[in-house]
């Protein structure tokens, strides 16, 4: 089992998807996966922002988010969680 950590920097729609979705890809390997906002990443930790908004390959944050704050005490370390 490797420990993962990925850092979101940008209020982007595409590099918040593919973050999401490679840290959801190694946390169901069962390896230990971390986030970490920071910059413009930190918008994605508004529960109103539209997780939604499909990127150019027809996924969307939303695709693998609640999977990852559902798993919140072995994926996202040192946050509240202000998904729920």
């Not at 994605?44 to 944050?61: E, S």
Request: charged share 25%.
């Amino acid at each position: 089992m490797a420990n993962f950590l990925f850092v979101l920097s940008k209020d982007d729609n595409e590099a918040a998807t593919r973050c999401f979705q490679l840290a959801k890809i190694a946390h169901t390997k069962g390896h230990n996966v971390n986030l970490f906002f920071i910059d413009g990443g930190v918008t994605w930790a508004k529960k109103t922002r539209d997780f939604g908004l499909k990127t150019v390959t027809g996924d969307c944050p939303n695709d693998y988010l609640p999977y990852l704050v559902e798993k919140e005490a072995e994926c996202v370390n040192n946050f509240e969680t202000p998904f729920r």
